[in-house]
């Protein structure tokens, strides 16, 4: 794969300075869900089992390079001291003589919070003299980060560039999971790509029908590729002036022996809005004062059949407004039959990117799929087949 894992650096007697994403959601100085602190114990007990000294560096929020009180990461000691169930020594500067007795009043076993990195006005630079500052402290880098690796920060690239680097356990599978979805995947391979627009996903769209045998467009994106052959959407969301790259991206993909499946029926409302009234229509047939707000049973059933002679699936985007019922049917459908493939061992899984996630987990299909990437905008520009910055920086 290229990159070192925990399992190809010595870390014994080591100071291990370990970047991870606790950009937890508070409320009134009260952590309100600790998932991406509970994420990170897997990468912090197998260092300290293997001898090392774990040192946190972290952002929190955006305090763009001022200290700000209330983005401290002390705010998160005692939600980290009961998720790791370790003692949390607090760094009040993740550089200089505060890091440095923190570190040192550290005993084995305990695990050191240093402060937000995006404090100092070198981080989001990656400031070369920041980036020697933090690798002065520590003897090994590790990275397990991946929601933060499409930044070139001086805690996730430029500490890499300067010390001994493998990625962390969560870093790891990530990598490991969008490997064997783009990268090397066993085909056919079938992206869904839906969502609302055309316009924010272009260069997704532009990477995937090089890579993937089918490409399933739903939501309100696909209205502009049935504007672009000449087909009327009423009301509906559609991006008119993106027609012709639209028809851009159909002829790249028929060049690339890519099939594009567009929806074949659709659901149309008057309104936008939870329990309007609706009626399902061909894709040509959306009556002018009406607006699509999801996919039909018969598109659900054609992307169920791509899926079952598919081997490999990469999704992002829902196929309709799914934050309103019934117009969530769609996606819910599909990612169920997705789910229950990758159950029955027929499918290999992998979803992302910010609406994605809540989409799979309203349809109840998240916990079944192979891989959920909560990564946001990091997994989006790796679909975009953009090099990440904090994982190019760990390869061997
Ligand atoms: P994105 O952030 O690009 O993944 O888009 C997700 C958003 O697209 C969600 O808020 C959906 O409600 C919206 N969406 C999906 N399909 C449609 C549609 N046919 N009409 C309007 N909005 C839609």
Known sequence: MGWNTLDDVALAGKVVLTRVDINVPMEGGVVTDTTRIDKIGPTVGDIIARGGKVVLLAHFDRPKGKVVPEMSLGHLKAALEASLGRKVVFGSDCIGAPAREAI???????????????????????????????????????????????????????????????AGRLMEAELRALEAALGSPQRPVVAVVGGAKVSTKLELLGNLVGKVDHLVIGGGMANTFLVAQGIEVGKSLAERDMAPTALEILAKAKAAGCTIHLPVDVVVAREFKASAANETVAADACPADAMILDAGPATVRAVTAVFEASKTLIWNGPLGAFEIAPFNAATNAAARAAAALTRAGKLISVAGGGDTVAALNQAGAAGDFTFISTAGGAFLEWMEGKELPGVAALMA
């Open 104 to 166: 040192a009043a550290a005993a084995q076993g305990d695990v050191v919070l240093l402060e937000n990195t995006r404090f100092q006005p070198g981080e989001e630079k990656n400031d070369p003299a920041l980036a020697a500052e933090l690798a002065a402290l520590g003897d090994v880098f590790v990275n397990d980060a991946f929601s933060a690796a499409h930044r070139a920060h001086a805690s996730t690239e430029g500490i890499a560039r300067l010390l001994p680097s493998a």
